[in-house]
């Protein structure tokens, strides 16, 4: 059964840079033709999606985001992670991973999701 | 700010059938583009409910059904359970001039009376 694990600093100074890890266990992150993704729920809020990354280390982020967005990924270690630059206290939120499923990139959902770890940004 | 635009809250007895709508524009839903719910229980990561507009991954109670129209959809739950006390997402994809991403509702609370 696979399954994704967020790991990562639980609290982040304003301006500086967050960086979190995603562990995927259960299946090999480059052996299917998957993409994973980083998605955030700031605390009492809805969701957003915040970029995709495929094994090959192709990407694509939301435009909202993503001149501060940067995701890549270690193969050797089964793992993608997430930096994301100049936070601030907007940027507070339970970060998720999560596998895209296969297929057209505008028909594809998220299944399975990581359990989620928040990150506060605080001086 | 979500594109995507639901109730805030929905409310029914056990047993009852509620109906929670997604909104979209003609940027998204309306494109063709599916549209996926998802699940969120207290505390808890969310859990994919419906895919493709109306497919139940396996082990999805078949009480979960989703529709779409025009630049909506809908999810509806049959046989209110306390179980099903939770928050629904749905999630679609938008494309426009500012740029492609996926977008997800602004949530509903269902509460079980």
Redo the contacts between chains.
């Keep these: 059964q696979l399954q994704l694990q967020e790991s990562g600093p639980g609290l982040v100074k304003p301006s500086e840079t967050l960086s979190l890890t995603c562990t995927v266990s259960g299946g090999s992150i480059s052996s299917s033709s998957y993409y994973w993704g980083w998605i955030r729920q700031p605390p009492g809020k ?4 915040i970029g995709s990354i495929y094994y090959s280390g192709s990407t694509y ?4 985001l ?1 001149s501060r967005v940067t995701i890549s990924v270690d193969t050797s270690k089964n793992q993608f992670s997430l930096k994301l630059s100049s936070v601030t206290a907007a940027d507070t939120a339970v970060y ?1 991973c999560a596998r895209r ?1 296969l297929g057209e ?12 770890t928040l990150v506060t940004v605080s001086s | 700010q979500s594109v995507l635009t639901q109730p805030p809250s929905v409310s029914g007895a056990p047993g009852q059938r509620v109906t929670i709508s997604c909104t979209g524009s003609s940027s998204n839903i309306g494109a063709g583009y599916d549209v996926h719910w998802y699940q969120q229980l207290p505390g808890t990561a969310p859990k994919l409910l419906i895919y493709g507009n109306s497919n139940r991954p396996s082990g999805v109670p078949d009480r979960f059904s989703g529709s779409k129209s025009g630049t909506s959809a809908s999810l509806a739950i049959t046989g209110l359970q306390a179980e099903d006390e939770a928050d629904y997402y749905c999630q679609s994809y938008d494309s426009s001039l500012s740029g492609s991403n996926y977008v997800f509702g602004t949530g509903t609370k269902v509460t079980v009376l």
């Design positions: 809805g969701l957003e999606w982020y939301n435009p909202s993503k998720y499923s990139l505008s028909l594809s959902w998220f299944d399975p999701w990581g359990q989620g």
